[in-house]
C-alpha cells in the first residue's frame, strides 16, 4: 500500500512562488509513477505534472509548462513540485498521486491508483 502526505501550499500573489512536497511510504519512487493534479471549485480534477523511471522522465500539463517543475528526492523518497510565475487560475487543491502501471494517462485520474489527502494553493490578484 502507497501512502503519499503532501505538504508545502499556502496563499501568494500574482507572480508568487510556492514548493509543495509529496512524502511517499509503501514503495521507491523510482519504480512507480508519481503525477500532481489539482482541482478548482466546481471543475474537474487535471493532471498537471509527472516524472517516472530511473532516469527521471517527465511529463507537464500545456497550462504550466515553463512555470511548473516536478521533480524528485530519491534518499528521501520524496516527489516535489515547484510552482513560479503563479496566477489566480492555479488556484486549487494539490494532490499527489501514485499509479503502478506506468505514466501511460499520466493526466487521467481514473489511471491513478493512490493518492494523498491534499495542500491548498491560493493565488490572488
Known amino acids: 500500500q502507497v501512502q503519499l502526505v503532501e505538504s508545502g501550499g499556502g496563499s501568494v500573489q500574482d507572480g508568487g512562488s510556492l514548493r509543495l512536497s509529496c512524502a511517499v511510504s509503501g514503495d521507491t519512487i523510482d519504480s512507480i509513477c508519481l503525477a500532481w493534479f489539482r482541482q478548482a471549485p466546481g471543475k474537474e480534477r487535471e493532471g498537471v505534472a509527472a516524472i517516472y523511471g530511473s532516469d527521471g522522465f517527465t511529463f507537464y500539463a500545456n497550462s504550466v509548462k515553463g512555470r511548473f517543475t516536478i521533480s524528485r528526492d530519491n534518499a528521501k523518497n520524496t516527489v516535489f513540485l515547484q510552482l513560479n510565475s503563479l496566477k489566480p487560475e492555479d488556484t486549487g487543491m494539490y494532490y499527489c498521486?501514485?499509479?503502478?502501471?506506468?505514466?501511460?494517462?499520466?493526466?487521467?485520474?481514473?489511471?491513478?491508483?493512490?493518492w494523498g489527502q491534499g495542500t491548498q494553493v491560493t493565488v490572488s490578484s
Open positions: 498521486a501514485a499509479g503502478r502501471w506506468g505514466c501511460t494517462r499520466w493526466y487521467d485520474p481514473s489511471s491513478r491508483n493512490y
